[in-house]
């Protein structure tokens, strides 16, 4: 599928976000799903796949850290949609060994056990429903960060071996509001207080007015170490804001 991707780019290049999806939506079935952590733009994302195709595969990633008000999207989500969502946990027995060996808040030790809690409980769950995947969908967007100006609406990821859709990738935060707004959908409540990127609740705080987007994420590490590991592009880790 790889080499398709630059004909994939060419045909899809001036198409509308609900083209785009209904296209890869009815090619790949039960082999595409939308990788979503409950932010702004996965709410977005779930409710332009669902108009298309109400059964579409949506999974989210339940590192078992989660902040409350992520839960009650979750619980939103089934209610609005009248629907389930794929919902992945973390081996128990890596999360069991991981705390036992280093106590529940390893991740302010330092950068290592940091990245080794979220490979446990993010990057393990995620190549485990990546497997299942021929294409996987993604919320991020170019505005998000000066590291993600290369991104492409349709990537190859070498990484995990499958085609990635970036549906958003042209859309301002404004156009995002606008969208949930408009269409009155479930959307998580930190938002409202100051939280721009919502990731676990130990490692994700408010930002105020004028910091970076990712100010609030693991805020005790330097802005290069900021990533969780979910995102590569030519094998070095994109920044992702709900992740
Ligand atoms: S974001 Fe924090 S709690 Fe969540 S997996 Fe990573 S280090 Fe662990």
Redesign the pocket.
């Known amino acids: 599928m790889k080499d398709k991707v630059p004909d994939l780019q060419q045909q899809f290049q001036n198409s509308t976000v609900p083209e785009l999806l209904r296209f890869f939506l009815e090619k790949f079935e039960m082999r595409i799903a939308l990788a979503s952590s409950l932010g702004a733009e996965d709410q977005v994302l779930t409710d332009l796949i669902l108009k298309i195709d109400p059964g579409a595969r949506i999974f989210i990633l339940d590192?078992g850290?989660l902040p409350q008000e992520t839960y009650e999207t979750i619980a939103n989500n089934m209610a609005h949609y009248s629907r389930s969502f794929e919902i992945y946990f973390p081996q128990t027995s890596a999360v069991e060994s991981l705390v036992s060996l280093n106590g529940p808040d390893l991740?302010h030790e330092s950068i290592e056990k940091?990245h080794q809690?979220?490979t446990v409980?993010?990057v393990e769950p995620l190549q485990r429903v990546l497997n299942t995947l021929d294409v996987w969908i993604t919320g991020l967007r170019r505005e998000q960060s000066v590291t993600r100006q290369e991104i492409q609406k349709i990537e190859w990821d070498e990484t995990n071996q499958l085609l990635k859709i970036n549906p958003l990738i042209d859309w301002s935060t404004e156009q995002v509001w606008q969208y949930i707004r408009g269409n009155k959908i479930p959307y998580n409540k930190l938002h409202d207080q100051g939280y721009p990127s919502i990731?676990?609740a130990?490692?994700t705080r408010a930002v105020n007015p004028g910091e970076d987007i990712r100010a609030g994420r693991w805020w005790w590490e330097a802005p290069e170490h900021k990533e969780?590991g979910l995102h590569f592009r030519d094998g070095k880790l994109v920044r992702r804001n709900q992740s």
């Open positions: 590192t850290r991740f940091r809690c979220c409980r993010k990731g676990c130990p490692c969780c």
